[in-house]
C-alpha cells in the first residue's frame, strides 16, 4: 500500500509501505475510513521537531475491522471503530484512573496517514460506534479520536463547570474545538483568542461570546480588562509555546485552573512566579480513550459536530498539500479520504 512518509522539514511524500499485518494477538487492522493532519504533525514538518529517520505518519483514524488477532475479544470484523493516538490496554493502574495515554503498556499509533493501519491492544484501545455511521457524521467521529478528544481534556483539566468564565488560547482546531468543550460543559462566558475571522467565525458558532485579537502581554491586559482585574476561571492552552503558556496563566484569576495541552516547545516555568501565581496546572497528553465512549455518544445523538473544524478535504494522496495548506494556515484542519 502507500501511505504518508516524512523525509525532513516540509517534505512529505506517498509511497509505498508495507501493508500492516497482525503481529500480536491483541492485535487489529482497520481499513482507513478518514485520517487527516494533526497541529501537531506540524512540529516536525516545520523541523522544530527533529526526525533522525522517514517516518510513517498520522495518529487520527477511524475506521472498519478487517482482521483481529486471536485474543481480541470485543473487537470484531465489520465494526466502525475509533481510537486514540495511544493504544492502552484499559486494565492497568492508570487507565482506571483515566488516564488511559500513560498506560503502563502504551504504544504510540503513529502511521494512520494510510489506507490499512494496525492497531495494537484493540481491546483498550478502540470503541465501536452503534452503527455503520452515515456518510456525513464520519469526519465528526474522526476528530473524538483525537482533537475533539484533546479539546474535551483540556476542559476538563481546566475544571470548567456550569457558568465559568473560560479562555481559550490558540485558534487552531484543538483551541476551537476546547470552545465547543466548555460550551457543552456549562461555560457561560467563553473568550476565544484568535487574529484570523474565519477561525474566529466558527469560534463564535461554536460557543464564543468574545474574541481577543491580541497576544503576550497585550492579550493578558484585554482579558483582564474583560474580567475587571480578577482574569478567569479556566484557561485552555492549546498551543505549546512560551508566550501561550505565559499568557494562560497570567489571565487565570487566583485560585483558578489552567487545561495545558499543546505539546510544549522550549517552555520553561519558573517557580517563583509559578509559587505565587496561585493557579491550577493540569495537562499532558489527552486520554482520548477514557472520552470515546462520551464523545461517540454526543456525536452519534447529534448534539455536537465537531467535523466542522475540516476545511479543507482531499484524497490521501495529495497529503502534501494537506501539510502545506495548514503550515500556510490556508486550513485550519486537513482531512484526508483514501
Not at 492497568?92 to 483515566?98: D, E, F, I, Y
Not at 489506507?115 to 465528526?140: H, K, N, Q, W, Y
Not at 467535523?307 to 503550515?327: I, K, N, S
Request: with cysteine; aromatic share 6%.
Amino acid at each position: 500500500m502507500r501511505g504518508a512518509v516524512l523525509y525532513g522539514p516540509r517534505d512529505v511524500r506517498f509511497e509505498e509501505r508495507d501493508t500492516p499485518k497482525i503481529l500480536k494477538p491483541s492485535d487489529a487492522i482497520i481499513r482507513i475510513s478518514a485520517t487527516c493532519v494533526c497541529g501537531s504533525d506540524l512540529w516536525p514538518y516545520r523541523g522544530i521537531q527533529k526526525i533522525e529517520q522517514p517516518i510513517p505518519m498520522g495518529h487520527e483514524y477511524c475506521g472498519i475491522v478487517e482482521e483481529v488477532g486471536s485474543a481480541v475479544r470485543s473487537i470484531k470484523p465489520g465494526q466502525f471503530v475509533i481510537g486514540s493516538f495511544f493504544a492502552s490496554d484499559n486494565t492497568c493502574p492508570n487507565c482506571n484512573h483515566g488516564y488511559q495515554s500513560s498506560c503502563q503498556h502504551r504504544e504510540f499509533v503513529g502511521d494512520a496517514q494510510a489506507p490499512f493501519l494496525r492497531v495494537p491492544l484493540a481491546d483498550g484501545t478502540l470503541v465501536s460506534t452503534p452503527d455503520a455511521p452515515p456518510e456525513d457524521m464520519i469526519s465528526s467521529l474522526l476528530t473524538v479520536s483525537d482533537v475533539m478528544g484533546t479539546g474535551w481534556f483540556a476542559a476538563a483539566a481546566a475544571n470548567v463547570k456550569p457558568g465559568s468564565t473560560v479562555a481559550v488560547v490558540g485558534d487552531g482546531a484543538v483551541g476551537l474545538l476546547g470552545v465547543l468543550s466548555a460550551k457543552q460543559m456549562g461555560a457561560e462566558r467563553i473568550i476565544a483568542m484568535s487574529r484570523h475571522e474565519s477561525r474566529q467565525k466558527l469560534a463564535r458558532e461554536f460557543g464564543a461570546t468574545d474574541i481577543v485579537t491580541e497576544r503576550g502581554d497585550e492579550g493578558v491586559a484585554r482579558i483582564m480588562e474583560l474580567t475587571r482585574g480578577i482574569g478567569v476561571d479556566s484557561v485552555l492552552e492549546c498551543v505549546g509555546t512560551q508566550e501561550s503558556m505565559m499568557q494562560a496563566i497570567q489571565s487565570t484569576r487566583r485560585g483558578g485552573y489552567v487545561g495545558y495541552v499543546g505539546v510544549p516547545h522550549g517552555v520553561e516555568l519558573y517557580g517563583e512566579k509559578l509559587f505565587f501565581a496561585h493557579v491550577h496546572l493540569h495537562g499532558g497528553p489527552a486520554p482520548v480513550r477514557h472520552y470515546l465512549p462520551e464523545l461517540i455518544d454526543l456525536v452519534w445523538k447529534g448534539r455536537v459536530n465537531p467535523g466542522r473544524v475540516f476545511d479543507l478535504t482531499l484524497p490521501l494522496d495529495q497529503v502534501a498539500e494537506g501539510y502545506r495548506a495548514m503550515d500556510e494556515r490556508r486550513a485550519i484542519k486537513t482531512l484526508l479520504r483514501p
